[in-house]
């Protein structure tokens, strides 16, 4: 783990492997060891940074936390690592980040994996259940949001038979700082629909969702297929929200398959 001090925050992140950049955001609330298996597939062939959005993992919370902000970080920590450009992925809210660096810093995106995410801000019903959250959060604590998203987060069979994974969504749940949390629920309630967007993405793009996410359906992914130009959508089956852990194998398949592809350089396995 490496630290860098950026927009007056201190920004945790790990810088793995050799070659061309692509960086991995992670959702909410998780952090970085979200990625440890798709940093594992890439290392040999690709230089992976996975950082700590600010509010998780061991980066300093601090207010504001919008996906602007977020996004502004990303840039920062590419100017600190002196990287271009990237191919940049996000999943759930590293989504939303994601869509937000591509509208604030589109030339510096080679190519863009969109997992279990959308482009829509949230319903005014959304919000306040992000504020309700919020004030639950920073009364209670981390548990009550860990039991209520597990079951949003994981399919029914790996609830019941995949312990491991399980046990690694909860402990990046419980290890996220009330205060980051709290305010990274107030940046997703103020994000800006980025459905308009869509349509001027001129990248490569990869776009993957689990059949079974209750959180981002498969008809959010549907749609930003239909707007981004020449998109590939991939439908993990047996997967939900976090469909990066439950369908290892598949997920790091159809991500190594979509580097491979990118500017004709051939990446072994």
């Given at each position: 783990m490496a630290q860098v001090n950026i927009n007056n925050i201190n920004l945790a992140f790990d810088d793995t492997g050799?070659?061309?950049?692509?960086?991995?955001?992670?959702?909410?609330?998780?952090?970085?060891?979200?990625?440890?298996?798709?940093?594992?597939?890439?290392?040999?062939?690709?230089?992976?940074?996975?950082?700590?959005?600010?509010?998780?993992?061991?980066?300093?919370?601090?207010?504001?936390?919008?996906?602007?902000?977020?996004?502004?970080?990303?840039?920062?920590?590419?100017?600190?690592?002196?990287?271009?450009?990237?191919?940049?992925?996000?999943?759930?809210?590293?989504?939303?980040?994601?869509?937000?660096?591509?509208?604030?810093?589109?030339?510096?995106?080679?190519?863009?994996?969109?997992?279990?995410?959308?482009?829509?801000?949230?319903?005014?019903?959304?919000?306040?259940?992000?504020?309700?959250q919020r004030e639950q959060i920073l009364r209670d604590g981390m548990g009550l949001t860990a039991d209520t998203m597990l079951p949003k987060l994981l399919t029914p069979e790996t609830v019941s038979t995949r312990p491991d994974i399980v046990n690694h969504v909860r402990n990046m749940i419980m290890n996220t700082k009330p205060a980051g949390a709290a305010a990274a629920l107030m940046g997703m309630a103020t994000r800006e629909d980025q459905t308009e967007l869509l349509q001027q993405i001129g990248v490569p793009t990869l776009i993957v969702v689990g059949r079974e996410d209750p959180i981002t359906p498969v008809q959010d992914s549907q749609l930003m297929h239909e707007r981004v130009q020449g998109s590939r959508l991939i439908i993990l089956e047996d997967a939900a929200h976090v469909s990066n852990l439950e369908q290892t194998e598949s997920f790091n398949g159809v991500l190594k398959s979509f580097l491979r592809n990118q500017n004709g350089r051939e990446a072994t396995d």
């Open positions: 050799s070659g061309r950049p692509v960086i991995l955001l992670h959702g909410y609330p998780f952090n970085r060891t979200l990625w440890g298996s798709q940093v594992s597939a890439l290392r040999n062939n690709f230089r992976v940074i996975t950082p700590d959005l600010r509010g998780f993992g061991e980066s300093e919370a601090a207010e504001p936390a919008t996906m602007a902000l977020m996004a502004q970080d990303v840039a920062a920590l590419m100017d600190a690592l002196d990287i271009p450009k990237a191919i940049i992925g996000g999943l759930s809210m590293g989504g939303y980040v994601l869509l937000s660096f591509y509208k604030q810093f589109t030339n510096r995106v080679e190519a863009l994996v969109l997992a279990d995410t959308r482009p829509q801000a949230d319903t005014e019903e959304g919000k306040q259940n992000r504020v309700k």
